[in-house]
């Protein structure tokens, strides 16, 4: 099959090239090799740019290296086949889901998942939409709820709120009848108010200190943004970021940094409210796997999520 590789974790993106790899066979036998396994014809697969710094694409869960790794953890694909131990899911089912991180990924013409990290998408859903609604749909998802507990009637400031991750969290706080500030470049304005923000934040011109109080940050951003947002939060508030570590508390509250895992119920009660109108993607470009490698190497920073159609 085709596949992008990386080997060379000193090399980084430019060790990135587009190879003839052995197909995966995922087939568990009795000795539970792989049990739990499908096999996924990879139609869309989505990948996150900074993936190459992370431990885990250069070993498995022992720690052992893996190279030559593909990358990308997103996808949406037809099952083409099941190992012993699968439920759920048959042959010839249309899926999505996030890989392993620890494991072969999407870039690539097929990849062998656990089928409990993935859900059915429904026959009316395009694969590329199913594909860039993995990691942001979960992600905010997480953030929003299960880490940040958010309830009807609360107010909560989304960092970057017209970026991939931001924008679903905006989306998804609006419909749990949440107040939503939304924050970014003066230039994201409009976008972040029409994912559903009532309010904007232009972190370069305006206070971040005059919005007054919130129960929820969801930050995307870390640094002094992360820092600052601390002091807006009223007592007993949440902190909620995806940008790794900080020191930063609200007063009396708590802060939870956290990565983002697969969950198939989530899954599917996202892509439900994809299909009734409730929720959108945010895709910035479609390109095939032959593109990929300057897909990952934009040479301007791309807005929205690119999405690696592998099938046509
Ligand atoms: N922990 C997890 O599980 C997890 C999961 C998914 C993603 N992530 C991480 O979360 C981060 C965000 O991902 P994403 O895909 O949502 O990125 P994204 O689409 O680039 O969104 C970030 C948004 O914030 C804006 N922004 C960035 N820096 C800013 C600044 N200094 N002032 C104002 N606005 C700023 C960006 O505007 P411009 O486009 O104009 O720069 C963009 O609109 C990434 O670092 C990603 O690796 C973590």
């Given at each position: 099959m085709k596949a992008?590789?990386?080997?060379?974790?000193?090399?980084?993106?430019?060790?990135?090239?587009?190879?003839?790899?052995?197909?995966?066979?995922?087939?568990?036998?009795?000795?539970?090799?792989?049990y739990g396994d499908v096999v996924v014809q990879v139609y869309a697969s989505g990948f996150t740019g900074d993936e190459l710094s992370w431990p885990s694409t250069w070993v498995d869960r022992l720690g052992r290296d893996r190279t030559p790794t593909?990358?990308?953890?997103?996808?949406?694909?037809?099952?083409?086949?099941?190992?012993?131990?699968?439920?759920g899911l048959s042959v010839g089912q249309r899926?999505?889901?996030?890989?392993?991180w620890t494991r072969d990924g999407t870039l690539a013409e097929y990849v062998a998942v656990e089928a409990r990290n993935l859900a059915p998408l429904p026959g009316d859903v395009d694969f590329t939409v199913g594909a860039a609604l993995v990691m942001p749909g979960l992600t905010a998802w997480q953030g929003l709820f299960e880490h940040g507990r958010l309830r009807a009637g609360q107010t909560v400031l989304v960092h970057g709120a017209?970026?991939?991750?931001g924008s679903m969290a905006t989306q998804l706080a609006r419909e749990a009848?949440?107040?939503?500030?939304?924050?970014?470049?003066?230039?994201?304005?409009?976008?972040?108010?029409?994912?559903?923000?009532?309010?904007?934040?232009?972190?370069?011109?305006?206070?971040?200190?005059?919005?007054?109080?919130?129960?929820?940050v969801f930050d995307v951003l870390g640094g002094d943004i992360v820092t600052r947002s601390a002091a807006v939060i009223r007592p007993g508030g949440t902190l909620v970021t995806i940008a790794g570590p900080t020191e930063a508390r609200p007063v009396n509250g708590h802060t939870v940094d956290?990565?983002?895992?697969?969950?198939?119920?989530?899954?599917?009660?996202?892509?439900?409210?994809?299909?009734?109108?409730?929720?959108?993607?945010?895709?910035?470009?479609?390109?095939?796997?032959?593109?990929?490698?300057?897909?990952?190497?934009?040479?301007?920073?791309?807005?929205?999520?690119?999405?690696?159609?592998?099938?046509p």
């Amino acid at each position: 099959m085709k596949a992008i590789v990386v080997t060379d974790r000193a090399a980084g993106t430019a060790g990135m090239k587009l190879v003839e790899r052995p197909e995966p066979q995922g087939l568990g036998d009795l000795t539970g090799a792989n049990y739990g396994d499908v096999v996924v014809q990879v139609y869309a697969s989505g990948f996150t740019g900074d993936e190459l710094s992370w431990p885990s694409t250069w070993v498995d869960r022992l720690g052992r290296d893996r190279t030559p790794t593909i990358p990308g953890h997103e996808v949406a694909g037809v099952v083409t086949a099941l190992s012993y131990g699968t439920t759920g899911l048959s042959v010839g089912q249309r899926v999505f889901g996030l890989t392993d991180w620890t494991r072969d990924g999407t870039l690539a013409e097929y990849v062998a998942v656990e089928a409990r990290n993935l859900a059915p998408l429904p026959g009316d859903v395009d694969f590329t939409v199913g594909a860039a609604l993995v990691m942001p749909g979960l992600t905010a998802w997480q953030g929003l709820f299960e880490h940040g507990r958010l309830r009807a009637g609360q107010t909560v400031l989304v960092h970057g709120a017209a970026g991939v991750v931001g924008s679903m969290a905006t989306q998804l706080a609006r419909e749990a009848g949440a107040y939503v500030i939304g924050t970014g470049r003066a230039s994201s304005r409009q976008t972040a108010l029409d994912f559903g923000a009532q309010e904007f934040v232009d972190l370069e011109n305006d206070a971040l200190e005059d919005i007054g109080g919130v129960d929820l940050v969801f930050d995307v951003l870390g640094g002094d943004i992360v820092t600052r947002s601390a002091a807006v939060i009223r007592p007993g508030g949440t902190l909620v970021t995806i940008a790794g570590p900080t020191e930063a508390r609200p007063v009396n509250g708590h802060t939870v940094d956290f990565v983002v895992v697969p969950d198939r119920a989530q899954l599917i009660a996202l892509v439900q409210r994809v299909r009734e109108g409730q929720l959108r993607t945010n895709i910035g470009t479609i390109d095939t796997l032959d593109d990929a490698v300057a897909a990952f190497n934009p040479a301007k920073r791309a807005n929205g999520k690119t999405i690696i159609r592998v099938r046509p």
